[in-house]
């Protein structure tokens, strides 16, 4: 995967709150959808899309389907782009970035 196809999977917000859910342990679509308040097909779709950018790995156990991150730097880099964020933010509040 190149950056620009990494960085459209994770340009949608829930698609971002699903990824931090997965970054502590594998969970089901059940867990998903009661940590992030999202409703099931949008978790589903979400999900969907994650796992063909290969963000996300899943396997079967029982009737349930577990999802997990592949890729421990996935995590990383979301944190990075955060808190990058929330410094540029701090800057443009104190007029620093014009």
């Known amino acids: 995967m190149n950056e620009e196809k ?5 340009v949608d917000n829930n698609r971002r709150r699903i990824l931090e859910c997965l970054g502590s342990s594998e969970k089901c679509v059940n867990d998903i959808i009661e940590l992030t308040h999202l ?48 410094e540029i933010k701090e800057l443009c509040e104190n007029n620093e970035c014009n």
């Open 6 to 10: 990494f960085l459209k999977c994770i």
């Open 39 to 86: 409703e099931q097909s949008l978790v589903s779709f979400h999900l969907k899309s994650l796992k063909a950018c290969g963000l996300v790995k899943s396997r079967r156990e029982g009737k349930k389907i577990m999802y997990k991150i592949s890729h421990q730097g996935i995590i990383d880099a979301l944190k990075f782009i955060k808190e990058l964020s929330l």
